[in-house]
């Protein structure tokens, strides 16, 4: 699964670093269907960082993984 998420978030990579920032995967919970990342460089505390988070990139991993049901952002 984790590989999954993984080529999935290498989509969104690359708009993420024409702003400056970057995301990694820190655990993936199947369980709950959760997926933890890490915002990096710009996009940390970015006061757009959330709707990033949101409508970017859990929209993406949502779409392509049902198994997928929300993606939480690690401090």
């Known amino acids: 699964m ?11 990579r690359p708009a993420l670093r024409m702003d400056g920032g970057g995301i990694e995967l820190i655990d993936w ?3 709950t269907g959760t997926v933890t990342v890490k915002l ?12 990033t988070l949101k ?17 939480l952002c690690a401090n």
């Not at 990096?40 to 709707?51: K, L, N, T």
């Open 29 to 31: 919970n199947g369980d």
């Open 40 to 51: 990096q460089g710009a996009c940390r505390g970015c006061p757009m960082s959330e709707i």
């Open 2 to 12: 984790k590989e999954r998420i993984e080529a999935v978030l290498e989509t969104v």
């Open 55 to 71: 409508m970017g990139v859990e929209a993406a991993l949502m779409d392509a993984i049902p198994e997928v049901k929300e993606v």
